[in-house]
């Protein structure tokens, strides 16, 4: 059985964030999550919402992905949302992903919006990336 194009990318994603020691060592582990933990250890990052769209062509079968990663911070003021958000973009934005069944095209962060959250304590950077792929 074949892996969906979006569950490959998300795969490759993940490996890909958790492989990266500055990443980790600003996170202070692997905290790269697709499921959040129910008492997840600040700081961390979420794979979030994703929208896949049929991108194929006559000869190529495709998809267009639109992807939000979500960066979690409780350190005082945006500082620290704002420098793993930096971080979590420099290693996907153009990163030559290797896909089960597919092949990456591009990946692109298209924006970041950095925000406290409801009750003040928490920061969140919604960070949104495109990516186009083919099916092998």
């Known amino acids: 059985m074949s892996v969906s194009p979006a569950n490959a990318l998300r795969a490759a994603l993940h490996a890909t964030l958790v492989a990266d020691a500055a990443l980790t060592a600003a996170l202070g582990g692997p905290r790269i999550h697709d499921v959040p933990p129910a008492s997840p250890e600040f700081p961390y990052v979420t794979l979030g919402e994703a929208q896949l769209i049929d991108a194929s062509t006559a000869t190529e079968t495709g998809h267009e992905h639109r992807l ?13 949302a704002h420098h793993l958000a930096h971080l979590v973009q420099a290693v996907l934005h153009d990163a030559p992903l290797a896909l089960d069944g597919h092949r990456l095209v591009n990946l692109r962060a298209t924006s970041a919006e950095i925000r406290r959250e409801g009750g003040g304590r928490t920061y969140r950077a919604l960070l949104r990336f495109r990516a186009m792929t083919e099916t092998d």
């Not at 979500?70 to 945006?78: D, T």
């Open 68 to 80: 939000t990663l979500n960066v979690w911070s409780r350190q005082g003021g945006h500082g620290q």
